[in-house]
T-cell receptor
Framework: DVKVTQSSRYLVKRTGEKVFLECVQD?????MFWYRQDPGLGLRLIYF???????EKGDIPEGYSVSREKKERFSLILESASTNQTSMYLC????????????FGPGTRLTVT | KQEVTQIPAALSVPEGENLVLNCSFT??????LQWFRQDPGKGLTSLLL?????REQTSGRLNASLDKSSGRSTLYIAASQPGDSATYLC??????????FGSGTQLTVLP
């Protein structure tokens, strides 16, 4: 079974802190994604990557950055956390240019106080 | 830009009913369409993936169809159970190399 794991299920951080959310997949997928999900707004794409050291902005990249040093690991970084970044963060991976089944991690519920 | 719409937004049915969830998309140039299930506070679980060359996929009590030319997909759930209660999302993968999601249908199956 494909596994996508995320470093934390729940996280509480203070305003202004630098926050790292880590995601690891074990199926050698090329593509990896970070989404946030908020009530009434659905899933919104923050960043994605289709290769090591490659990154592309999604729909809402402001306030975030990403790192992909190894194929299996994709990190989301909140440079200076703010309360409006309180959300559920979901990581996903999928193979190949034409896509394929996308697998999601369990999510990280981040609260910024 | 691709847009995905799901109707209805919410649905409540008695246990044992067969039901259909609808998904429509504006750009028919897709590689595949995927149906997901999400339980409250959890990640998304993939249910079915339909490639653009396929018409339908089946898994247990679930059957998904795809009519690419008309931009429509349906998810059929047979003999619904309370454990089927969840939000169901459809998403399409196109040339932008990312999934575009619908806003979901929240399903409640009453015992």
């Amino acid at each position: 079974d494909v596994k996508v794991t995320q470093s934390s299920r729940y996280l509480v951080k203070r305003t202004g802190e630098k926050v790292f959310l880590e995601c690891v997949q074990d199926m050698d997928h090329e593509n990896m994604f970070w989404y946030r999900q908020d009530p009434g707004l659905g899933l919104r794409l923050i960043y994605f990557s289709y290769d090591v050291k490659m990154k592309e902005k999604g729909d809402i990249p402001e306030g975030y950055s990403v790192s992909r040093e190894k194929k299996e690991r994709f990190s989301l970084i909140l440079e200076s956390a703010s309360t409006n970044q309180t959300s559920m963060y979901l990581c996903a991976s999928t193979p190949g240019w034409t896509g394929g089944e996308q697998y999601f991690g369990p999510g990280t519920r981040l609260t910024v106080t | 830009k691709q847009e995905v719409t799901q109707i209805p937004a919410a649905l409540s049915v008695p246990e044992g009913e067969n039901l259909v969830l609808n998904c429509s998309f504006t750009d028919s140039a897709i590689y595949n369409l995927q149906w997901f299930r999400q339980d409250p506070g959890k990640g998304l679980t993939s249910l079915l993936l339909i490639q653009s060359s396929q018409r339908e996929q089946t898994s247990g009590r679930l059957n998904a169809s795809l009519d690419k030319s008309s931009g429509r997909s349906t998810l059929y759930i047979a003999a619904s159970q309370p454990g089927d209660s969840a939000t169901y999302l459809c998403a399409v993968w196109g040339s932008a190399r990312q999934l575009t999601f619908g806003s979901g249908t929240q399903l409640t199956v009453l015992p």
